[in-house]
């Protein structure tokens, strides 16, 4: 019982610890995606093979295999 208290009480704090948000805004990087659009990419293959849905990039399986998809 001493344990499981000591395990819940790890956990809560872990779970109420500040989280940083805001990873993009560290000096050096650069953000590759911008969660909208495919800018800054460039498809190696058919035009259709990679879209943008819920601020994801995913394949459509669209043409020949194989179809890349690379940052510019």
């Known amino acids: 019982m001493k344990n499981c208290r ?7 704090i872990a779970m109420n610890a500040p989280v940083r948000l805001s990873a993009a805004a560290d000096e050096g990087f650069t953000d590759l995606f911008n969660g909208r659009n495919l800018q800054g990419w460039v498809s190696i293959g ?6 943008v849905r819920d601020s994801a990039i995913f394949s459509t399986g669209a043409g020949p295999y194989p179809s890349w998809l690379r940052s510019e």
């Open 6 to 12: 000591i395990v819940l009480l790890v956990m809560w």
């Open 46 to 51: 058919p035009a259709d093979a990679f879209n």
